[in-house]
């Protein structure tokens, strides 16, 4: 159990990188949700105000207010458009002004009239539209516009730790206190979302996920139909002019259906991510990690299972639900029997490292997007890395290197190849290709832990059936202890170390507090400087203007 | 849905309760447990003071650490003994006193000096024992009986409050806080038990609960072996004797074992709050919440569950196994058939009442030990009500009421007597009969929630079962969304109230700030009195000396 000491170790990389960062803003702000309406000042800041610096008078600092960007949103988008419809009609008054000294007819001249009329009177309405913006923005506007939502800030992290992980009312559903995201992790749309009903979006987006990941058979099956040539003749007598191509035939039956289910499940990740960012989470850190959860499933369903089960599909899961026992003998037989199949699955994974070299996807999408939308214009934003898409497919790897480490050890080298590779590129990717958007501070890594103890419990199931399977009743009833040892040592884990990762002990929040009150003036001006850029970005961000980075290329 | 409301207004009473309870010591004090040993002082008390002073130096007060109280109690049960051997020789001595004056025998008076020099080497003996414990409570030999826990006391419930609910090292296993429970309600002897092996002695409570309930049938089917009178006279032909006394063998066959059944229900609840004891809890309000749990499953699958079951068990566990999708109906067809049952169950529960009310089982177990362990020269003990036996009892009424309001509603009126005879027979067993031992403060309330709640879901798929079975399959269908709301309207409180009831909130704790800050000086008065009795009356406890309180009759 090497696993324990690598936690550990992430653990302590974490804290480290968590320590190098204490001087950022969201270390000393609390995300307040579910603020009560103050009805004697008719605002939520107020109240804000009043209750931490009753509740919290050592530490609390400042607040700041959220506010609605879906009224600014519209106009933005409305001048956003009318921008472009002036520049292109001043493209056109260019044109014609060269054509003009050229030709000088009435008729052009009558046109540039026209034309110089219309950028006027796009011009006005644009003035409008502005003052319209700058309306919205005062402060009488601004307190409709408010939201029950805030980032409160405190004198010290120890104080943000302690308001973050208690609760602060007797009634649970008021006064949400939360670590708040880095501001430009922050997921802003969800913010808007009222945290009592945020359980139904729960509910939706589990559903929307349980449903993907079940009837993706049906496409998948349907796709595959493909294969059976002589079926598709029947029903669609054209399809025979393809036995005239030479070749041809042999290529749609046998690559086309393995392309088309790889492709699907390369949008998958993506579908998933569209589900998450409906799930109410407050940053996109949670919302990838969300995502990351429901690929992973999605793929040992979809891939690891389904592959493994030939013939009729629910005849086979009815078997292994009635007579449960028997499950370990079934998996184990059916394991054994596809090692080829992961060998090859293996190798295209290879195949995809080399489109996440060449970054394919990107390109083409890319491409797409000048075509029809004209954003060539614009610079290309960068991205920063898919962890939903990589996580997944990487820990499908070490799952299906466990299983087959005991049934079928030539894969083993195959897979050391893949992982090198994998390592190669992806520290190149992460280094040159992708931006950091938000730092993860190893918080990954107790997901890949999760994935990791259901590849072993999936490894040490299969390894009780495959001893059955070989006569050896006695060496399969040893194994079950071994299970059961897993378990337990995955609790412990659990109680071990996972409580770090996920809250902030004060000891820990304390340490610097000497440090900081030898600064404590300097930082609180810095702190004044950024939390004020924090609604400002959250203005921008909800608008949807994400400022310039630099170029890819 | 009723519930919510009351709910809330349980919830509402438990906050005025705590209130009124505000200067208990308990509400300024937090358990902290795994404490690390300081090597610069050789003692975990310095690095409590350390601790708590840097981090939470604005509402930590004070500490008292606790030590183990083993070889004292030791010597404590020899001086008990010794005590009691020099009172009986005195009292032949007096004896034989009366009888000297009447006789004057020589072997008497050569008999009574040796009763002399006895009394004078126990003496000695007893003079030797206080000397030893003397020198155990001296400050060297305490340090090393020093426990790894000790209670900190905080300058504000407030503080208090922050501290027990944040993790308070990077460890997770180390200066682990909880709220400390009032000081008669401390289970002293699991304080002593490391923090980290706890889990083990929780899985072991789980086992031998889960056993206690599985196996509970084989002495069940055992003695309802006597019910077949026939098969007894096979194998034990002097039973043949019983048919001599005309009479006896009916009542043999038919209540006894009817009688033995109930006996063995009686001493479950005693039997699970022995098991509780050794999960480690750190109160004895746990502890009985515990085996509340425990003796409610108990009773849900020994009584209602296998009553229900006619025929044989296993086949019929096997079939509702592999055909889950037949479980209602197969749950409305035994409940059906075993109004009957449960109508009489309901009418031997009204006999319990008598028995409470009469406190038989006491009166008995009272006189056992006057008899043998001459017991009857102390105070009789007052005992707290015993939630652990009456809580599940009454769940479970409340659960067989729930699924024939549906089935058999005759069944109701017995159950609405029941109720009624039941409430008046507690509340006066509450005032008069039993001693408050702690202040639960409702916290029993969300564990009589989930048993209802459980009773609800059972009631439902009855419901599902029984409208299935009379051919209506539509209306069947229809009832499947009240059973999925009934979930979602649980998963809603737990949400909603059940973490206050958990919790203890920042805003309410710190309401009294104010009226505090004026009193502070009163009220830290009289914290440094009451927390000085803590550690008294943990040695106290520890030595198993109950302060005598006032007797029952």
Redesign the interface.
């Given at each position: 159990m090497f696993h324990l000491q690598e936690y550990n170790e992430i653990?302590i990389k974490r804290?480290q990188r968590l320590r190098s960062t204490r001087h950022r803003p969201d270390q000393f702000t609390v995300l307040v949700r579910q603020i009560p309406f103050c009805e004697e000042h008719g605002a939520h800041g107020c109240s804000v105000e009043h209750?931490f610096s009753?509740?919290?008078p050592?530490s609390y600092y400042s607040y700041q207010k959220l506010y609605t960007g879906k009224d600014l949103q519209d106009l933005l988008n409305q001048s956003r458009y009318m921008t472009r419809k002036i520049e292109d009609l001043r493209e056109i008054e260019d044109l014609r002004e060269k054509t003009k000294k050229q030709y000088r007819e009435p008729l052009l001249l009558e046109a540039m009239r026209e034309d110089i009329e219309d950028i006027a009177l796009h011009k006005e309405k644009f003035q409008e539209l502005y003052q319209k913006m700058h309306q919205l923005q005062g402060d009488n506007m601004l307190k409709d516009m408010e939201l029950p939502v805030a980032f409160v800030t405190f004198k010290s992290r120890?104080g943000a730790?302690?308001?973050a992980?208690?609760?602060?009312?007797?009634?649970?559903?008021r006064?949400i206190t939360e670590r708040a995201p880095e501001p430009r992790d922050v997921y802003w749309r969800n913010l808007a979302i009222s945290y009592k009903i945020m359980?139904f979006y729960k509910i939706g987006v589990i559903f929307a996920a349980y449903l993907l990941t079940i009837f993706f058979t049906v496409p998948v099956t349907a796709v595959q139909g493909i294969a059976r040539f002589e079926k598709l003749k029947k029903w669609f007598p054209p399809a025979m002019a393809i036995e005239l191509i030479p070749g041809l035939s042999s290529v749609l039956t046998g690559y086309l259906p393995s392309v088309i289910l790889n492709g699907f499940i390369y949008i998958v990740p993506f579908a998933m991510l569209g589900i998450a960012k409906l799930g109410g989470s407050i940053s996109n850190s949670k919302v990838e990690i969300k995502s990351c959860n429901m690929v992973f499933y999605f793929l040992v369903g979809n891939v690891f299972f389904l592959s493994l089960i030939s013939g009729s599909l629910l005849d086979e899961i009815g078997e292994s639900v009635?007579?449960p026992r028997d499950f370990p003998s079934h998996l184990a037989r059916a394991v054994s029997a596809q090692a080829d199949f992961f060998m090859t699955y293996t190798l295209v994974g290879l195949s995809g490292f080399c489109l996440e070299a060449l970054q394919a996807g990107m390109l083409l999408l890319d491409f797409i997007k000048s075509q029809t939308c004209g954003r060539s214009k614009e610079n290309p934003y960068l991205y920063s890395l898919p962890y939903f898409r990589v996580i997944p497919l990487v820990s499908l790897s070490i799952l299906i290197g466990m299983v087959y480490a005991v049934v079928a050890p030539l894969l083993l080298p195959f897979l050391v190849g893949y992982f090198f590779l994998g390592y190669a590129v992806y520290i190149n990717q992460i280094q040159d290709v992708y931006e950091t958007i938000y730092d993860t501070c190893g918080r990954y890594w107790p997901y890949i832990h999760h994935y990791i103890f259901v590849g072993l419990i999936l490894m040490q199931i299969t390894m009780i059936g495959l001893v059955g399977l070989k006569m050896k009743p006695a060496a399969s009833v040893a194994t079950f202890p071994l299970l059961f040892l897993t378990v337990i040592f995955n609790?412990?884990c659990k109680?071990?170390?996972?409580?770090?990762f996920v809250?902030?002990?004060?000891?820990?929040n304390?340490t610097q507090w000497r440090m900081m009150k030898l600064m404590k003036k300097e930082v609180s001006l810095k702190l004044i400087t950024r939390v004020q850029l924090v609604p400002t970005a959250s203005l921008l961000f909800s608008l949807g203007t994400q400022c310039p980075r630099k170029s890819r290329f």
């Open positions: 653990l804290i209750f009753k509740h919290h050592h120890w730790a302690l308001a992980q208690s609760q602060q009312h007797s009634h649970p559903l006064w359980p009635t007579h609790e412990y109680i071990r170390i996972l409580p770090t809250r902030y002990s004060i000891e820990w304390r």
